[in-house]
């Protein structure tokens, strides 16, 4: 059952902190309408957050899941990218590599969906815009968009800016490391804590393009 939340989750995302305020509108060429609530499958999870040291395999583990994700999806997968902590290199993170995979309707659940959970994916998150699948080991995140969401952008922002900018690097490690010190009810109220620090980076990121 869709959990009752007034706003759609950040269920994990990496870093963006792009928040939709409200469903996405109904576009045309949908093939429906898409769901206007969010669902958690398996309900709010409190996993222990550890920072690591950045690990020269994390690249090799993307490209790992995005052959296969290139495979069950073809031309369905316009965009296969490497997001979050993970994708900068030098970077202490989380050990979770994050993908971000753009197609061109989120309601054609069958055309993305079903090939993803036949490769052995699972579902984790349903919600306005986004739905986001993960392997058994918890530690791949594949978040999937629709081409024109801006989150999209979002996302390659801040990773850019922080494989370029060494002092905003330090500063967004230095932050996750302070946090995970605390005690957090879940994933995404550690990802909450750092919005003002995400603003800050991202800021700067907007004026230096």
Do not use: C
């Not at 979050?84 to 993170?93: D, I, K, M, Q, R």
């Not at 739905?131 to 968009?145: E, G, K, N, Y």
């Not at 690097?169 to 879940?186: H, I, N, P």
Request: charged letters at 30%.
């Amino acid at each position: 059952m869709p959990l009752p939340f007034s706003a759609p989750l950040l269920a994990g995302r990496p870093g963006s902190l792009y928040v939709r305020l409200m469903p996405s509108a109904d576009r045309p060429g949908r093939r429906r309408p898409d769901v206007t609530g969010t669902e958690l499958v398996g309900g709010v999870e409190k996993r222990e957050l550890v920072i690591v040291e950045a690990d020269p395999t994390w690249p090799q583990a993307f490209a790992q899941h995005e052959e296969q994700v290139r495979a069950a999806l073809g031309t369905t997968a316009r965009e296969i990218e490497h997001v979050g902590s993970t994708s900068v290199p030098g970077l202490a993170a989380k050990p979770i590599i994050d993908i971000l995979v753009i197609v061109d309707d989120i309601t054609a659940e069958e055309d993305y969906l079903q090939p993803l959970l036949g490769m052995g994916y699972q579902l984790r998150v349903r919600e306005p815009g986004h739905r986001m699948v993960r392997t058994p080991a918890l530690d791949v995140h594949i978040h999937i968009l629709e081409s024109g969401d801006p989150e999209r952008d979002e996302y390659l922002l801040l990773r850019d800016h922080l494989r370029r900018t060494s002092t905003d690097r330090a500063l967004y490690e230095r932050t996750k490391r302070e946090l995970v010190q605390s005690e957090w009810a879940d994933m995404n109220a550690y990802a909450e804590a750092k919005t003002a620090v995400i603003t800050q980076i991202k800021g700067r990121a907007r004026v230096a393009e």
